[in-house]
C-alpha cells in the first residue's frame, strides 16, 4: 500500500496536533481525505454525575473553544471544515465509531510519555487497537525540553 485514501486523526487540540498532522499529510494519497475528531467526554462523565451545580454551559463552552480550534488546525492543514468533527462522549468509542462511518482505512493518535493530560491520549492510543477496524498508528510526540 502506498497510502491511505482516508485517515481520521484524533487530536487534543494542544500545540501536538501539528505533528499528528503532518504525519496524516505524509501517508495520505489524495486532497480531502485527512478528518479530524476532537472528542470531550461529558463532564458529569468524567467527574461522576453527582457534580452539584449545571454544567452545561460550561460544557457548550468547551466544545465551542475546542470546535475553534480544530477549525484553525483544519485551516493551517487545508483540510475542510466538514472534516472536523468535535463531539461529546467516550474517547475510545468516539473515535472507533468515527472511524467505522467515515470507513477510514487509519486513525492516527498521539503517543506521549509524559503525565498531566498526556498520559490520556497515550491511553487512548493503547485502548482504540483493539477496537479498531482498520490501522492504528500512535505517533510518538516528544517531550519539549523547557
Not at 475528531?37 to 466544545?63: C, F, K, R, W
Not at 465551542?64 to 475510545?92: C, M, W
Not at 462511518?101 to 497515550?122: C, D, F, N, P, Q
Request: glycine fraction near 6%; charged fraction near 25%; include cysteine.
Amino acid at each position: 500500500m502506498e497510502g491511505y485514501t482516508k485517515i481520521l486523526v484524533a487530536i487534543d487540540c494542544s500545540d501536538d496536533t501539528p505533528a499528528l498532522l503532518r504525519r496524516a499529510a505524509s501517508l495520505s494519497t489524495q486532497k480531502n481525505s485527512i478528518h479530524l475528531i476532537h472528542v470531550i467526554e461529558p463532564l458529569a462523565l468524567a467527574y461522576g454525575a453527582d457534580v452539584p451545580m449545571d454544567v452545561s454551559e460550561l460544557q457548550h463552552n468547551l466544545t465551542q473553544r475546542a470546535q475553534e480550534t480544530a477549525i484553525k488546525y483544519a485551516d493551517e492543514f487545508d483540510i475542510p471544515h466538514d472534516n472536523v468533527f468535535v463531539e461529546l462522549g467516550s474517547i475510545e468509542k468516539a473515535i472507533q465509531d468515527k472511524a467505522d462511518k467515515l470507513e477510514a482505512e487509519l486513525i492516527i493518535v498521539g503517543s506521549h510519555t509524559r503525565t498531566g493530560w498526556a498520559v490520556l491520549l497515550g491511553s487512548t492510543a493503547k485502548g482504540l487497537v483493539p477496537g479498531a477496524h482498520c490501522d492504528v498508528l500512535a505517533v510518538k510526540i516528544e517531550q519539549h525540553k523547557s
